[in-house]
């Protein structure tokens, strides 16, 4: 006679919304909100997207210290300095239960990493982590940005990798606060990265990063703002 079927646990599971390009301020006002209103049925989220042109400040940064031109500038409250987004650049958001699942910030920090240190690799480029700036680096340059908000025990916000964008928007800023800070993108040193499946490809490792055993289809767009979020059944 069988036994009763496992139920896999909540922290085994994950939602994943694959969203194409957002504009910044709509994404994080998604993403505090989903934070907000998720209680402890509510699935961990990881989102794919990208943004149209945008400097956003974190909570160590100040205005004055992005010469913009035409490209907005949005305050946010994520921690660490200023950094850009544009399109050619995956994003991937990471809404995760952290009490849930016993991780503390650092362990969320270097998992993130290390999966994007993984994924480089497998284009050839031999990439590291730098102890007391987040982030992921090749020769020296930065290729990887990390920037996250815990709230509630959760998080939100995440990583985004240079694929292939226009660098030039980072000449107007220190990026993340580092004075001469060099950046790189993927396509400099694997000249056949396409963004959409180096993003794909980051969404999955980071799902396997976390651990994450099963993970569900959570369409194309950004949650209700009126609607509750996802929960198990």
């Known amino acids: 006679r069988r036994g009763p079927r496992r139920m896999t646990d909540v922290r085994d599971r994950v939602g994943l919304r694959v969203l194409g390009r957002i504009d910044y301020a709509r994404a994080a006002a998604a993403m505090r909100e989903f934070t907000e209103r998720r209680d402890a049925r509510t699935l961990d989220e990881l989102w794919l997207l990208e943004h149209p042109p945008v400097y956003t400040l974190g909570l160590k940064a100040h205005a004055k210290a992005v010469a913009s031109g035409n490209i907005p500038v949005i305050p946010t409250d994520r921690g660490g300095d200023v950094t850009y987004h544009g399109p050619g650049q995956p994003v991937v958001y990471v809404l995760m239960d952290l009490n849930r699942r016993q991780?503390?910030?650092?362990?969320?920090?270097?998992?993130?990493e290390q999966a994007v240190i993984h994924l480089l690799a497998r284009y050839g480029v031999n990439a590291e982590r730098r102890t007391g700036a987040p982030g992921v680096y090749v020769a020296?340059?930065?290729?990887?940005?990390?920037?996250?908000?815990?709230r509630r025990g959760a998080s939100y916000h995440g990583v985004a990798l240079?694929?292939?964008?226009?660098?030039?928007p980072f000449a107007a800023i220190d990026p993340c606060g580092y004075p001469g800070l060099a950046v790189?993108?993927?396509?400099?040193?694997?000249?056949?990265?396409?963004?959409?499946?180096?993003?794909?490809?980051?969404?999955?490792?980071?799902?396997?990063?976390?651990?994450?055993?099963?993970?569900?289809?959570?369409?194309?767009?950004?949650?209700?703002?009126?609607?509750?979020?996802t929960t198990t059944s």
């Open 103 to 112: 991780w503390g910030i650092r362990r969320l920090v270097t998992t993130i």
């Open 184 to 229: 790189t993108q993927l396509a400099d040193l694997a000249p056949g990265a396409d963004p959409a499946a180096v993003g794909a490809e980051l969404l999955d490792r980071l799902a396997e990063g976390f651990g994450y055993t099963a993970r569900i289809d959570h369409g194309t767009t950004l949650p209700a703002p009126s609607g509750a979020a």
């Open 140 to 150: 020296g340059r930065k290729i990887a940005a990390l920037g996250l908000r815990v």
């Open 162 to 168: 240079n694929v292939r964008m226009d660098l030039a």
